[in-house]
T-cell receptor
Framework: DTEVTQTPKHLVMGMTNKKSLKCEQH?????MYWYKQKAKKPPELMFV???????INESVPSRFSPECPNSSLLNLHLHALQPEDSALYLC?????????????FGEGSWLTVV | QKEVEQNSGPLSVPEGAIASLNCTYS??????FFWYRQYSGKSPELIMSIYSNGDKEDGRFTAQLNKASQYVSLLIRDSQPSDSATYLCAVNTEGYSTLTFGKGTMLLVSP
């Protein structure tokens, strides 16, 4: 079983809604990630937090807003999304600076924008 | 541009055979290499990691790395129908372990 927990597992939202995806890890990792995955495509990196600070933003539209309240929690706030944003959103975590630095994924949140 | 290349497949093998999955990468500075298995509708699950040249074995799985040739492979011995999935090759290219993924190879193991 994964030690990266994501909620909700499934989310359906309208284009005017505001919702949030949540992620929690209990592995003592200090890096956390959001990835987006469309069908039959590999995961695409969206954001990286290292020591609770945003270190990488892969030019993600502002309708996606990440937040890292502490070293165990990661949120992704969603507002005014488009139908093309429907995808599997994956949270992940890892240590920082070790080799290999293995990234562990949560089970994902399936998002449908209607 | 850092690239990771995989054959998209499907790679079809009979049950009990050896499945060989291959991956090449473009960035010579890459440090760590990972194989993830992803079942349809599920999240990626780590199968193997490797960072030194040579072979690394874990049960029915063997990862092979050749940095000179910029090549990494995954061998699955005694393939089972439950191994049918998409296998993603991923390469660590940055200090914060951001991964560059290949497009994945679909493996089909027939009974």
């Amino acid at each position: 079983d994964t030690e990266v927990t994501q909620t909700p597992k499934h989310l359906v939202m309208g284009m005017t809604n505001k919702k949030s995806l949540k992620c929690e890890q209990h592995m003592g990792h200090r890096a956390m990630y959001w990835y987006k995955q469309k069908a039959k495509k590999p995961p695409e990196l969206m954001f990286v937090y290292s020591y609770e600070k945003l270190s990488i933003n892969e030019s993600v539209p502002s309708r996606f807003s990440p937040e890292c309240p502490n070293s165990s929690l990661l949120n992704l706030h969603l507002h005014a999304l488009q139908p093309e944003d429907s995808a599997l959103y994956l949270c992940a975590s890892s240590q920082v600076g070790t080799v290999p630095n293995t990234i562990y994924f949560g089970e994902g949140s399936w998002l449908t924008v209607v | 541009q850092k690239e990771v290349e995989q054959n998209s497949g499907p790679l079809s093998v009979p049950e009990g055979a050896i499945a060989s999955l291959n991956c090449t990468y473009s960035d010579r500075g890459s440090q760590s290499f990972f194989w993830y298995r992803q079942y349809s509708g599920k999240s990626p699950e780590l199968i193997m990691s490797i960072y030194s040249n040579g072979d690394k074995e874990d049960g029915r799985f063997t990862a092979q790395l050749n940095k000179a040739s910029q090549y990494v492979s995954l061998l699955i011995r005694d393939s089972q129908p439950s191994d049918s999935a998409t296998y993603l090759c991923a390469v660590n290219t940055e200090g914060y372990s951001t991964l560059t993924f290949g497009k994945g190879t679909m493996l089909l193991v027939s009974p």
